[in-house]
C-alpha cells in the first residue's frame, strides 16, 4: 500500500519532520527543505547532470516542485547531479528519506529511475521527458512510474516556421546537446516547420544542424560545456545561419554569446522561456520552445498527495497547454503581422488535426 498523505497533530512533530528534510547533502548532490510545512507528504527531485540552475528543464523541473510545496503546503527534498554516476546513489538517498514520489528529470535518469521503481514498489516515481528503462534501454511500464513528456514537435514546428518566415540569409539551424529522443524531437519539429514554410511560399530556406530523414547532425556531445555550444553556432554563423535553435540546456549559453558577437543572428531558446531566463540576452532572443514542465511536475505531486497516483502518461502537447512558443518580446514588432497570423492558424490546424507533425521521438 502506497504511503498516504497524514497531517501531524503536534508542531513538534512537524519540526521533527522538517529537520530530517535539512540532512547534509550527498555526494554528488543537495537536499532541499520545505519550510513550515505541516503535512507529512514529501515530493523529492533528483536532476540530471545539467543542475537545477541551467535555465532549462531542470530549473523547470525545480520550479514545479516549489510550486507544489508552497500550493500544497508539504515538505520537498532535492539532489542535484554532477554527472551520471550521481543518478542512482541521489534516488536511493532520497529512498532513505522516506520520499512518498521521486520526481528524476530527464531521459538520463531512465534506467537508474526503473531499477530503483522496481526495488521500492511503495515508492511513486515520475521521471521528465521519458519513461522507465531497464539495464539494456528498454522501455519498461511500472505501476509506480509515471512519465511526464511533451510533444515539443508541435511546438517546433511553429518555431521552425517562424525561423523561416524571419531569416533574411535563407538560411537556418539547429544542434542538440546529446542524440536523445528528448532532444531530437525538438529538431524534427523544427525542420518539419522550416520546410512547410518553404512549400507555402514557394522559398528555399535551408536547416543546417540536423537531417530528420536520417536522423543524423550535429551534437554538443553533452549539457554542459558552453564553449562547444559557442563552436558550434560560430561555424553556422560562418556558414550563413541567422536563426539558431539550441537544443542543449546550458550549451545554449554559449549560442547566446556567439549571436552576441555577430550581426544580425538571433536565437531560438527551448524549455522555458529564454527572455525570461537570460535577461541580459534578452534582445537575442527571437521565441522559445515552451515546455511547462513545471506545470506538469506540480500536476502529477497533486495527484500523488491526494493518493491519485497513476502511471497513465502525461503529455503535453498544443491542444492541452503542454508545449508552445514563447512570446516574441523584443521581437514583436519585427515580426510581420502576417506571419504571427500564419503561426496562430498553424496552431489551431496542429489542435484540430489537420497538420499532424511526426517525429520518431514523438511521446
Same mark, same amino acid.
Given at each position: 500500500? +502506497?504511503?498516504?498523505?497524514?497531517? /501531524? %497533530?503536534? #508542531?513538534?512533530?512537524? &519540526?521533527?519532520? @522538517? *529537520? =530530517?528534510?535539512? $540532512? ?121 512510474? +509515471?512519465?511526464?513528456?511533451?510533444? /515539443? %514537435?508541435? #511546438?517546433?514546428?511553429? &518555431?521552425?516556421? @517562424? *525561423? =523561416?518566415?524571419? $531569416? ?134 497533486? &495527484? ?60
Amino acid at each position: 500500500m +502506497k504511503r498516504a498523505t497524514q497531517m /501531524t %497533530a503536534l #508542531a513538534a512533530v512537524a &519540526a521533527l519532520t @522538517l *529537520a =530530517a528534510c535539512g $540532512s547534509a547533502p550527498d555526494e554528488g548532490g543537495s537536499t532541499g527543505t520545505a519550510g513550515g510545512s505541516e503535512s507529512s507528504f514529501k515530493a523529492c527531485m533528483v536532476s540530471d547532470a545539467g543542475g537545477f540552475d541551467d535555465k532549462s528543464f531542470n530549473e523547470s523541473g525545480y520550479n514545479g516542485l516549489m510550486a507544489a510545496e508552497k500550493n500544497l503546503g508539504i515538505q520537498t527534498a532535492t539532489a542535484e547531479s554532477k554527472e551520471e554516476s550521481n543518478f542512482a546513489p541521489n534516488i536511493d538517498n532520497l529512498i532513505s528519506e522516506n520520499c512518498n514520489i521521486i520526481v528524476t528529470v530527464g531521459f538520463l535518469l531512465a534506467t537508474a529511475t526503473g531499477d530503483a521503481a522496481q526495488a521500492n514498489a511503495d515508492v511513486d516515481f515520475a521521471i521528465v521527458d521519458s519513461t522507465a528503462q531497464d539495464a539494456d534501454g528498454n522501455t519498461i511500464e511500472l505501476d509506480n512510474v +509515471k512519465p511526464i513528456s511533451f510533444d /515539443t %514537435a508541435q #511546438a517546433s514546428f511553429l &518555431a521552425g516556421y @517562424l *525561423a =523561416a518566415g524571419m $531569416s533574411k540569409t535563407g538560411t537556418v539551424a539547429t544542434y542538440g546537446g546529446l542524440q536523445i529522443p528528448s532532444v531530437t524531437i525538438f529538431m524534427d519539429g523544427f525542420v518539419d516547420g522550416v520546410a512547410n514554410y518553404n512549400e507555402t511560399h514557394g522559398t528555399d530556406v535551408k536547416t543546417l544542424g540536423w537531417n530528420k530523414e536520417s536522423q543524423n547532425g550535429s551534437f554538443a556531445g553533452g549539457f554542459e560545456d558552453q564553449s562547444q555550444g559557442q563552436q558550434l553556432t560560430q561555424t553556422f554563423i560562418d556558414q550563413g545561419a541567422d536563426i539558431i535553435m539550441p537544443v542543449a540546456g546550458p550549451v545554449g549559453v554559449g549560442t547566446l554569446a556567439a549571436a552576441k558577437d555577430a550581426t544580425d543572428v538571433s536565437v531560438i531558446w527551448v524549455d522555458a522561456d529564454g527572455f525570461e531566463t537570460n535577461p541580459d540576452s534578452g534582445d537575442l532572443i527571437l521565441t522559445s520552445v515552451l515546455k511547462e514542465i513545471g506545470a506538469g511536475v506540480e500536476d502529477v505531486i497533486t &495527484a500523488a498527495s491526494e493518493d491519485e497516483f497513476s502511471n497513465e502518461p502525461y503529455v503535453g502537447t498544443l491542444e492541452n497547454g503542454g508545449v508552445d512558443i514563447a512570446p516574441y518580446h523584443d521581437f514583436d514588432s519585427k515580426v510581420p503581422q502576417e506571419l504571427k497570423d500564419e503561426i496562430d492558424q498553424l496552431r489551431k490546424d496542429i489542435i484540430d488535426g489537420t497538420i499532424v507533425v511526426e517525429s520518431p521521438s514523438s511521446p
